[in-house]
């Protein structure tokens, strides 16, 4: 290996998702800091191996056949910085920060954003790439309002890591997905809003927490909603109103607390998942006539 980094080979992913599914991968490295990224993509590039990328794995499923090349794991990329502070509020996270973390530096100065940001599992880039959000209506309530700018790293065709930075005017952002910036791994997002507090902001976010406490199957894995709503409508409703809530294949079921909810209720397998995913999509086809679509990432060999 021409590359100084420590990759490990074989590596068991499945523990590293919400899920607690998922194979091996041909090989993986979790970077510490942006110049050991910067490595693993040259890695990736020199040995001539595809690259993955996973982050705080929330809204991944990986194959029971594992992944072929490089896994990057960004977890080990936590960090944030207060950029500005007056009257706008910036702040710098590295890729793989949990939105929880970037939480807390919301909500100490009790600014709005850490009311959606209670809600939304997984790291910053993951919230660039999938335009997180939340379902009931907040302000913010898509990541999008809230980014600043990030940064995406690439090798050009000799190998060379090359950084470019995207401001939020000029990616094209949509429900639960964001585009114009592919392709890369993104390195930093920076974040902002008005520093203007709202004292109904902490109320908020503990009223917040109780109900996803009493309406989701917080204790057993999942990777959160598993399809998008459709317009003027929600996915769980039509799930459960097509008889679908506690139906299970294998060890995967749909939750009887949220029918938008797939958990590993013991034993799952990716395969299990994929195929409830598929017959909860043909089922609410049959009996409401409307196409679901999912919000997972699908990582590996399917």
């Not at 114009?180 to 927490?209: A, D, F, T, Y």
């Not at 909603?225 to 039509?238: C, E, M, Q, T, Y």
């Not at 990716?270 to 919000?295: P, R, Y």
Request: overall charge neutral; glycine content about 10%.
């Amino acid at each position: 290996m021409s590359v100084n980094i420590h990759i490990e080979e074989n590596k068991e992913l499945k523990n590293f998702t919400s899920w607690i599914v998922g194979g091996c991968a041909d090989f993986y490295c979790a970077p510490r800091d942006l110049f050991e990224l910067e490595k693993a993509l040259r890695f990736s590039f020199q040995n001539k191996v595809p690259l993955s990328v996973l982050g705080g794995g929330t809204n991944v499923l990986i194959s029971d056949k594992g992944v072929r090349g490089l896994v990057v794991h960004t977890h080990k990329l936590n960090h944030v910085t207060v950029l500005k502070e007056d009257e706008n509020f910036l702040i710098e996270a590295l890729c793989g920060t949990p939105k929880s973390e970037v939480l807390k530096f919301f909500l100490k100065r009790k600014l709005a954003p850490a009311v959606f940001l209670a809600g939304l599992p997984g790291d910053v880039a993951g919230g660039v790439v999938m335009n997180a959000g939340v379902g009931h209506k907040v302000a913010p309530r898509e990541f999008c309002e809230i980014v600043h700018s990030f940064d995406v790293i690439t090798t050009d065709s000799l190998g060379e890591v090359k950084s470019q930075t995207y401001y939020r005017q000029s990616v094209h952002w949509h429900y639960r997905r964001s585009e114009n910036w592919q392709p890369g791994l993104i390195s930093k997002v920076r974040l902002s809003w008005p520093n203007q507090p709202e004292e109904s902001v902490l109320e908020q976010v503990r009223e917040g927490n109780k109900r996803r406490k009493l309406t989701q199957p917080l204790q057993w894995p999942s990777c959160g909603s598993v399809f998008k709503n459709p317009d003027g409508d929600h996915a769980g409703r039509l799930i459960e109103a097509s008889g679908l809530k506690g139906f299970q294949m294998g060890g995967a079921q749909v939750s009887d607390k949220h029918a938008n909810f797939i958990i590993n209720a013991g034993g799952a397998t990716a395969t299990d998942i994929h195929l409830l995913m598929k017959h909860v999509e043909s089922q609410v086809h049959a009996k409401q006539g409307v196409s679901l679509t999912n919000e997972v990432i699908y990582l590996g060999d399917w």
